[in-house]
């Protein structure tokens, strides 16, 4: 069952999922929210089985240079600030990109974009989440989106989602990290 959805919706979804006892083969798609603390302590072990999209997760084989220091400046300043405590999601993209802007305007001296563009689209960038390159048409010259699936989750505390084995890599082969538990309802009461 493919679900495509905001983040009331998505919890909406997967709360609903449990209480009629769904049972496809395969559950999750597009739900946006389920990488954010609010959602992933909110729905806990609930989550189990769902296969979702996602850009960083604490995972071994995206433990880049960096990464972890980030995310400890980062979760040490977000309660007070107001901001999600985990910072997974869309934190460590956007600290890289602006590595890859500084490292654009380090390499060619210059603040003309058009000089820095030209640059990003002919480089290769060191940042927290790994190498990046750029296209000619300025995306991603590979597609840097994971497919996770949620497994093992027991409880609806938050420290769980700050290790390895919650939400394991799937796709792309570069990043695995595990293996689908298919389908949906033996991943669901693992």
């Known amino acids: 069952m493919a679900v495509y959805s905001y983040p009331p919706d998505t919890a909406g979804m997967v709360l609903a999922a449990h209480e009629v006892g769904l049972r496809p083969k395969m559950f999750g798609g597009g739900m946006v929210g389920l990488q954010f603390a609010s959602l992933l302590t909110k729905l806990g072990p609930k989550l189990n089985g769902i296969v979702n999209y996602d850009f960083w997760v604490p995972e071994p084989t995206l433990r880049f240079p960096g990464i972890e220091d980030f ?4 979760q040490a300043k977000a309660s007070s600030a107001g901001v999600d405590p985990l910072g997974h999601y869309l934190p460590p993209w956007a600290y890289a990109y602006l590595q890859v802007l500084g490292q654009a305007i380090e390499a060619t001296k ?3 974009q058009q000089i820095v ?3 990003i689209r002919k480089a290769e960038f060191d940042t927290i989440v790994g190498k990046v390159r750029f296209g000619s048409n300025g995306e991603w010259l590979q597609s840097r989106v994971l ?6 989750i027991e409880t609806t505390d938050i420290e769980q989602f700050k290790q390895p084995g919650k939400r394991v890599v799937l796709y792309p082969e570069k990043f695995k990290s595990g293996t689908l538990i298919y389908p ?3 991943a669901k009461i693992q």
């Open 184 to 186: 949906y309802s033996k």
């Open 117 to 119: 563009a030209d640059y």
């Open 147 to 152: 497919q996770v699936q949620f497994q093992g």
């Open 71 to 74: 995310l400890q400046r980062y």
């Open 110 to 112: 210059s603040l003309d």
